[in-house]
């Protein structure tokens, strides 16, 4: 079978669930859905979590893609799991980044994302 027909089946909605429930099951901290339809042309949502030290990011990650494949959706790229402190799992319609506290703190994608929207909106954030 194709896996891209597979991959049909699978909703932009069931693969974040299945994301979520899979860093759930592995204990993330803090996990966060940024819906970025519309604004970003690579993806439909992003994932964030943490995870206490670099095996536990490993873990999540390999978790991530394990359950992803067992629902027909292989990833088209996995960046950062030797190191572990910031493990990206790109799933097409869902890219999951997976770190260590202090490199989450310091990239601050959710504010990253948070003055795009506002840029495109026209909030002037300086008042």
């Not at 629902?71 to 997976?98: K, S």
Request: glycine share 6%; proline share 2%; net charge negative.
């Amino acid at each position: 079978m194709n896996i891209q027909t597979v991959r049909d089946d699978l909703s932009t909605d069931q693969l974040q669930q299945l994301v979520v429930s899979s860093l759930e099951d592995f204990k993330a901290i803090d996990i966060m859905v940024i819906d970025v339809s519309g604004r970003s042309p690579l993806t439909e949502r992003l994932v964030i979590a943490s995870g206490t030290s670099t095996r536990h990011v490993k873990s999540m990650a390999e978790n991530v893609i394990v359950k992803a494949k067992a629902a027909g959706c292989r990833p088209l790229g996995v960046e950062g799991a030797r190191e572990g402190e910031w493990v990206l799992v790109d799933l097409n319609d869902v890219i999951v980044h997976l770190m260590l506290p202090q490199t989450r703190a310091f990239y601050n994608l959710e504010k990253l994302w948070e003055a795009s929207a506002d840029r495109r909106n026209g909030v002037n954030s300086s008042n």
